[in-house]
C-alpha cells in the first residue's frame, strides 16, 4: 500500500494506478514510521480496526505526495526557517546511524564510501532513502526538506549543522545552467549517471551528496575538480566498438538508438530551427566545423580555430583547468552507422592531422597523448526516418596512433 495527499491535504492510502489517493483517510502512529487508518468522527459504535502501512516510496507518485505535506498557515518562523530541528530520530530508530545535535539524535544518510569522511547528512526521518528521482522531487518542491549538511566543530568536537542548503536547485538543474544546449533525453540521463557516479551506486550517499556539491561549485567557480568523471559529460561516455567489414575495407561504428531510456551513451544538441535549416543547406566540411565549433563554445568549451581544410572535417578541444584533451571527427550520417575508410588512413595528406585540425591543435594533442589525457570522439548529424534529426557525439576507440606515428 502507498501513501498519498489529498485535495484537502489529509494521508491517504492510494494504489499504484490511482491519479489521486482514493482509500482511507491515515495518521501516523506518534514515534514511528507506521500508519494506521484513522478513526472515523462519527460515534463510537464502528469497528475500531487499525490497518499498519509502512511509507513506501514508488516511482510514479506525485511530487506533493513524497514530499513532507504543506505547513498550516499558523506555522511559526523557526519551521520555516529551519524544519531539520524537528526531525529527531523515532526512538525505535535511534540506535541505527545517527548524530546528536544540541541534545537531539538525528538519523544519517548513509556515509558511502568513506565512513570517516568529516562531512555527513542529517535526514527527515520520514525519508527512508534517495534515489535520482526521490531527490530530484524534494529539490523541485520544497528545498527545505533535502539532507542537511553537518560537521565536528572544535574544541569540543560537537555535530553542528550547515545553515546553509546543500543544493539550491534540482540537480537538473545545474546541468543545464553549464551545459545549456543537451537535449531533454542527454539531459536526463547525464543527470541521472552522474547521480550514480557520485554516490557509486543508484541511492544517495553523504560522501556521494558532498561529491555532487563539489563538482557544482567548480563549475561555477571554474575551478579544476578532483573528479573529472563527474564535471564533463563527454568523459561519463562510453567507448564504443568499432566493427570491421573486411581487409582493406572499412570500420563501421552503429550509432545508440536516441531513447529515453536505457543508459548514457550518446549526446545530442538541440539546434535552433534557423541553425538547422541553415546547415542543411550547406555540405561544406568548414561550415560543418564552424556549426560544431559554436556549440562546443556554447558549453564551455575552448576550441582551437578551424582550419580551412574541407576533407575530413575534425576539431580539437579542451575545458579550462581541465586536464583531456578531446578531438572529435565529424560526420554527416544518414541511418545508424558510420562508415572510416581504412584506406583514407595517415597516407591521404588531405587526412594528416596537421591538414585536419592545424598545428597548435597537433601540438597538443602529441603532449596530451604523451599524458594519456587524449580523448577521441564522433559527432555530427544524424537524420533517422525513426527519430528526430539530431546533433550528436559519441567517444570511440580510434585512437589514430598510426597517424600520430606518421608526423
Same mark, same amino acid.
Given at each position: 500500500?502507498?501513501?498519498?495527499?489529498? =485535495?484537502?491535504?489529509?494521508?491517504?492510502?492510494?494504489?499504484?494506478?490511482?491519479?489521486?489517493?482514493?482509500?482511507?483517510?491515515?495518521?501516523?502512529? #506518534?514515534?514511528?514510521?507506521?500508519?494506521?487508518?484513522?478513526?472515523?468522527? #462519527?460515534?463510537?459504535?464502528?469497528?475500531?480496526?487499525?490497518?499498519?502501512?509502512?511509507?513506501?516510496?514508488?516511482?510514479?507518485?506525485?511530487?506533493? #505526495?513524497?514530499?513532507?505535506?504543506?505547513?498550516?498557515?499558523? +506555522?511559526?518562523?523557526?519551521?520555516?526557517?529551519?524544519?531539520?530541528?524537528?526531525?529527531?530520530?523515532?526512538?525505535?530508530?535511534?540506535?541505527?546511524?545517527?548524530?546528536?545535535?544540541?541534545?537531539?539524535?538525528?538519523?544519517?544518510?548513509?556515509?558511502?564510501?568513506?565512513?570517516?569522511?568529516?562531512?555527513?547528512?542529517?535526514?527527515?526521518?520520514?525519508?527512508?532513502?534517495?534515489?535520482?528521482?526521490?531527490?530530484?522531487?524534494?529539490?523541485?518542491?520544497?528545498?527545505?526538506?533535502?539532507?542537511?549538511?553537518?560537521?565536528?566543530?572544535?574544541?569540543?568536537?560537537?555535530?553542528?549543522?550547515?545553515?546553509?542548503?546543500?543544493?539550491?536547485?534540482?540537480?537538473?538543474?545545474?546541468?543545464?545552467?553549464?551545459?545549456?544546449?543537451?537535449?531533454?533525453?542527454?539531459?536526463?540521463?547525464?543527470?541521472?549517471?552522474?547521480?550514480?557516479?557520485?554516490?557509486?551506486?543508484?541511492?544517495?550517499?553523504?560522501?556521494?551528496?558532498?561529491?555532487?556539491?563539489?563538482?557544482?561549485?567548480?563549475?561555477?567557480?571554474?575551478?579544476?575538480?578532483?573528479?573529472?568523471? *563527474?564535471?564533463?559529460?563527454?568523459?561519463?561516455?562510453?567507448?564504443?566498438?568499432?566493427? =570491421?567489414?573486411?581487409?582493406?575495407?572499412?570500420?563501421?561504428?552503429?550509432?545508440?538508438?536516441?531513447?529515453?531510456?536505457?543508459?548514457?551513451?550518446?549526446?545530442?544538441?538541440?539546434?535552433?530551427?534557423?541553425?538547422?535549416?541553415?546547415?542543411?543547406?550547406?555540405?561544406?566540411?568548414? #561550415?560543418?566545423?564552424?556549426?560544431?565549433?559554436?556549440?562546443?563554445?556554447?558549453?564551455?568549451?575552448?576550441?582551437?580555430?578551424?582550419?580551412?581544410?574541407?576533407?575530413?572535417?575534425?576539431?580539437?578541444?579542451?575545458?579550462?583547468?581541465?586536464?583531456?584533451?578531446?578531438?572529435?571527427?565529424?560526420?554527416?550520417?544518414?541511418?545508424?552507422?558510420?562508415?572510416?575508410? *581504412?584506406?583514407?588512413?595517415?597516407? +591521404?595528406?588531405?587526412?594528416?592531422?596537421?591538414?585536419?585540425?592545424?598545428?597548435?591543435?597537433?601540438?597538443?594533442?602529441?603532449?596530451?597523448?604523451?599524458?594519456?589525457? *587524449?580523448?577521441?570522439?564522433?559527432?555530427?548529424?544524424?537524420?533517422?526516418?525513426?527519430?528526430?534529426?539530431?546533433?550528436?557525439?559519441?567517444?570511440?576507440?580510434?585512437?589514430?596512433?598510426?597517424?600520430?606515428?606518421?608526423?
Amino acid at each position: 500500500m502507498l501513501l498519498g495527499i489529498d =485535495s484537502e491535504n489529509h494521508f491517504r492510502a492510494r494504489l499504484n494506478s490511482d491519479y489521486r489517493p482514493s482509500g482511507p483517510q491515515l495518521e501516523r502512529v #506518534e514515534g514511528t514510521l507506521t500508519w494506521r487508518v484513522k478513526p472515523s468522527d #462519527e460515534g463510537a459504535g464502528g469497528s475500531d480496526s487499525r490497518l499498519t502501512l509502512k511509507r513506501l516510496r514508488n516511482p510514479d507518485d506525485d511530487p506533493q #505526495e513524497v514530499v513532507a505535506p504543506k505547513r498550516s498557515s499558523t +506555522a511559526t518562523g523557526e519551521e520555516w526557517s529551519d524544519p531539520w530541528k524537528k526531525w529527531d530520530a523515532p526512538r525505535l530508530q535511534a540506535a541505527v546511524d545517527s548524530i546528536e545535535v544540541d541534545g537531539t539524535r538525528f538519523l544519517l544518510v548513509p556515509r558511502g564510501s568513506d565512513p570517516d569522511h568529516p562531512i555527513v547528512y542529517i535526514k527527515n526521518p520520514e525519508h527512508w532513502v534517495y534515489d535520482f528521482d526521490y531527490m530530484e522531487r524534494i529539490l523541485g518542491t520544497d528545498l527545505m526538506q533535502q539532507p542537511r549538511g553537518a560537521i565536528r566543530v572544535p574544541p569540543a568536537n560537537q555535530w553542528e549543522v550547515d545553515p546553509n542548503l546543500p543544493f539550491q536547485h534540482p540537480l537538473k538543474q545545474y546541468i543545464t545552467t553549464f551545459f545549456p544546449q543537451l537535449s531533454e533525453i542527454s539531459l536526463n540521463k547525464v543527470a541521472r549517471h552522474q547521480f550514480s557516479l557520485a554516490n557509486d551506486g543508484d541511492m544517495a550517499t553523504g560522501v556521494g551528496l558532498t561529491r555532487l556539491r563539489q563538482t557544482f561549485n567548480d563549475w561555477k567557480r571554474g575551478n579544476s575538480t578532483p573528479h573529472p568523471p *563527474l564535471a564533463d559529460p563527454l568523459l561519463m561516455l562510453p567507448t564504443l566498438a568499432t566493427s =570491421s567489414g573486411g581487409p582493406g575495407l572499412s570500420r563501421t561504428l552503429e550509432l545508440p538508438t536516441l531513447t529515453p531510456e536505457g543508459p548514457l551513451q550518446r549526446l545530442d544538441f538541440d539546434l535552433t530551427r534557423q541553425e538547422w535549416d541553415y546547415f542543411k543547406t550547406t555540405q561544406s566540411g568548414v #561550415e560543418f566545423k564552424r556549426l560544431m565549433a559554436n556549440i562546443l563554445n556554447r558549453q564551455g568549451y575552448d576550441v582551437f580555430t578551424p582550419t580551412p581544410s574541407s576533407s575530413f572535417p575534425a576539431l580539437v578541444f579542451r575545458r579550462e583547468n581541465h586536464p583531456f584533451v578531446f578531438f572529435i571527427s565529424l560526420h554527416r550520417v544518414r541511418g545508424r552507422k558510420i562508415h572510416q575508410p *581504412l584506406n583514407s588512413g595517415p597516407d +591521404a595528406a588531405d587526412a594528416r592531422l596537421n591538414t585536419q585540425v592545424g598545428y597548435p591543435a597537433l601540438q597538443e594533442i602529441l603532449q596530451a597523448h604523451a599524458e594519456k589525457r *587524449l580523448v577521441w570522439l564522433k559527432g555530427g548529424s544524424q537524420i533517422h526516418a525513426s527519430q528526430p534529426d539530431s546533433i550528436f557525439i559519441v567517444r570511440d576507440d580510434e585512437s589514430r596512433l598510426a597517424t600520430l606515428a606518421d608526423l
